[in-house]
């Protein structure tokens, strides 16, 4: 018994030293919570709030938030907002699946030791490949915008357009994006533009 204990407490170990043991397991957790315990939400641009606090583990040498940990914390918030909107089950009918392909971060304020916060994810709109989300890291000690996320969630295998319809029923035509948001696409291509001209890749090939 004992020789089991060890090697379960070894591969445990191993699991947290060699892998991102907490957020392999939290955006799992994150997803079955979102499907099994709580209500779905039929608003695709409804904002939805996903509560954490700043842990020993967040923090860097200056002791704030590592920026790296707004990332991981808008991933796992992102999983949620999309399971419950039910956008991750639309795109596995589907055959499809969605990929982070850009993502930009703005900090304002630095989160402290054990302050509380709220990820505050809504969906921003869609194109035909992809669909644009916003997070905003709000400290739940004054109400403070402390970070705001915008990311790229790029479809393969289906397209948004298709998504939507399945969840909707009908045809749904995309909100008009903002305009900050427009510029920030804008520039997602024209970067990818020169990066392919670099390259000598063509559009097709960067599909594959």
């Not at 842990?55 to 999983?79: F, G, I, K, T």
């Not at 749904?172 to 000598?200: F, K, M, T």
Request: hydrophobic fraction near 45%; charged fraction near 25%; charge should be positive.
């Amino acid at each position: 018994m004992l020789w089991v204990l060890g090697a379960l407490l070894a591969l445990a170990l191993a699991f947290f030293a060699l892998l991102d043991g907490w957020y392999l397991v939290r955006v799992p957790c994150a997803v079955l919570r979102a499907r099994l315990l709580q209500p779905p939400v039929r608003d695709l641009l409804a904002e939805q709030r996903f509560a954490g606090r700043v842990l020993p583990s967040d923090l860097d040498l200056l002791l704030h938030m590592n920026n790296a940990r707004y990332l991981r914390e808008a991933d796992v918030a992102r999983a949620a907002h999309l399971t419950r909107c039910g956008v991750l089950g639309a795109l596995r009918a589907l055959g499809g699946r969605a990929v982070l392909a850009a993502s930009c971060a703005r900090y304002r304020r630095s989160l402290r030791l054990l302050e509380p916060f709220e990820v505050r994810t809504r969906l921003l709109g869609w194109d035909g490949r992809a669909f644009y989300l916003e997070a905003r890291f709000v400290s739940r000690r004054d109400g403070f915008v402390c970070a705001l996320l915008r990311s790229r969630q790029h479809v393969l295998g289906t397209s948004p357009e298709r998504v939507v319809q399945h969840l909707c029923k009908r045809r749904v035509e995309p909100p008009e994006l903002p305009e900050d948001l427009q510029h920030w696409i804008a520039y997602n291509e024209a970067s990818s533009q020169l990066l392919r001209a670099e390259s000598g890749l063509s559009e097709a090939a960067k599909e594959q």
